[in-house]
């Protein structure tokens, strides 16, 4: 039945309901776990401005390898106020060896986020 009002909602505009049907497809939550329909409403919720959707989709793509278009929704969700996003880069900013990812943040970069 939750599920069916966060449908509602997202066809009302809200960007947060988005992130929270994804997580319902993710977990398994009353539905079958499906991980088409989580990127596809973390997108939504990333596209109408949802931070957390944002922060999700650089987690996920970060786990696929693709560190640069991670990195980059990162730096977004960050820049809107989203600490986790924000843990993810200092972690891998102030890794010790060359880990992945680290070529695509600059000190500059750090800064900007830093300062948001």
Known sequence: KALDYFIRSVELGSPE??????????EGNGVAVN?????????IGALRGCTIARHNIGSSEYGLGNHEIAIRHWKI????GYQNSL?????IYNASDKGPGKEFISKGEMDTVYRS
Not at 17 to 26: L, V
Not at 35 to 43: G, H, I, N
């Open 77 to 80: 969700s960050a820049e809107a």
């Open 35 to 43: 991980t088409e329909k989580v990127a596809l409403f973390d997108r």
């Open 17 to 26: 309901a988005c992130t929270r049907i994804a997580e319902y497809y993710h």
């Open 87 to 91: 843990n993810a880069l200092k972690e």
